[in-house]
C-alpha cells in the first residue's frame, strides 16, 4: 500500500474556537441538563440497551461540531485521518488489539491458576447492552473525539506553528501539549457530575493527558485515524470474551502498550509530514 499522501486543509482558528465553543456548550447541556432528566433514557430503554444514552449523546456531537466544521471549513475525511483507504488498517490493527487483550485476560487466569472463563457480562447484561456499550465507543464517543482531538485540533496546531517557522520538533511537541491538555480538561465536567473527588481530578486529567498523546502520536506516525479510534474504544470497552482477571486499568495498559508498539515500529513513510 502507497504512503498517503497529506492534503489537510487548514482551518481559520476562529473556526477552531467556534467548534470547541459549540462543544463546551453542548457537553454543558448534555452532562448538566438532559443526563440527569432522564430524557435520553427513552430510546436505550426501546432497543434493550443497544444504543446507549452515551452513543446518543456523541452522535449529537458529531453531527453538530464535526458538521459544523465540515461545512463551514470544507474538510473531508482525507483531512482528518479518515480516507477510505485507511479503513482495512483500522480495522486490522482494531482486530489484533481486541485478539490482544482477550489472550492478555486468559494468560493472567492461568497465572493465577483460576479457570478460563466466559465473560459474565454477556448474560448479566444482556448480548444487545453489551454490545451496545462498545459501539457507543467505537461509533460514538471514541470516534468524535479523536476527530476533534487528534484529527482536528492537534494537526491544525501542528501544521499552523510549522507554517511560522517552528522546527518540526517544536511543531509537534507544543501542539500535543496545546490539544491534548485540552483534550484531558474537557472531561472534568462529566468527571464532577459521576461523583469523582477533587482530590482524585489531578490523576486522572494526567492520566487523560497521557492518553491523548500517545493517541495523537500515533495518529502523527500512522496518518490513520481508524487505529487510533479502535485503541481509544479498546481502552476504554475492551469487549471482552473471556472472565476480566485484573481491574478494567489493565486493559488500557494493554492498549497504551499497543499505541507505543504502533509509534515505535510503524512505517515511517506513512507519517504525518
Known amino acids: ?5 497529506e492534503r489537510t486543509r487548514l482551518v481559520s482558528c476562529w473556526m477552531l474556537v467556534f467548534a470547541m465553543g459549540l462543544y ?11 443526563f440527569p432528566s432522564g430524557v435520553l433514557r427513552v430510546i436505550p430503554r426501546s432497543t434493550d440497551g443497544l444504543v446507549s444514552t452515551t452513543w446518543i449523546a456523541n452522535i449529537v456531537l458529531l ?4 458538521g459544523s466544521l465540515r461545512w463551514r471549513s470544507g474538510l473531508h475525511a482525507d483531512d482528518v485521518g479518515l480516507a477510505s483507504r485507511g479503513f482495512l488498517p483500522g480495522v486490522a490493527v482494531t482486530m ?6 482477550n489472550l492478555f485476560q486468559t494468560l493472567c487466569a492461568l497465572r493465577l491458576g483460576v479457570p478460563v472463563e466466559a ?18 465507543q467505537l461509533l460514538g464517543n471514541a470516534l468524535f473525539e479523536e476527530i476533534l482531538f487528534r484529527g482536528v485540533l492537534f494537526q491544525q496546531w501542528r501544521m499552523r506553528l510549522s507554517s511560522r517557522g517552528k522546527r518540526p520538533a517544536q511543531s509537534l511537541l507544543l501542539a500535543l501539549i496545546f490539544s491534548q491538555a485540552l483534550f484531558a480538561l474537557i472531561h472534568v465536567p462529566l468527571r464532577l457530575s459521576s461523583g469523582m473527588p477533587l482530590d482524585a481530578l489531578p490523576n486522572e486529567l494526567a492520566l487523560l493527558f497521557g492518553l491523548g498523546v500517545l ?21 476504554n470497552a475492551p469487549f471482552l470474551v473471556v472472565k ?13 502498550v499497543a499505541a507505543m508498539m504502533l509509534i515505535l515500529f510503524w512505517p515511517r513513510s506513512h507519517a504525518l509530514r
Open 96 to 101: 489484533a488489539l481486541w485478539i490482544g487483550i
Open 215 to 235: 493517541l495523537a502520536l500515533v495518529y502523527w506516525r500512522t496518518s490513520n485515524l481508524y487505529i487510533c479510534v479502535g485503541v481509544h474504544a479498546l481502552s
Open 24 to 34: 463546551l456548550a453542548l457537553n454543558f447541556l448534555i452532562v448538566f441538563i438532559l
Open 244 to 256: 476480566q482477571q485484573l481491574d478494567i486499568s489493565s486493559n488500557g495498559m494493554t492498549a497504551a
Open 119 to 136: 465473560n459474565s457480562d454477556w448474560p448479566q447484561l444482556g448480548v444487545l447492552r453489551t454490545v451496545g456499550i462498545f459501539l457507543a
Open 1 to 5: 500500500m502507497p504512503p498517503p499522501v
Open 63 to 66: 453531527v453538530v461540531v464535526i
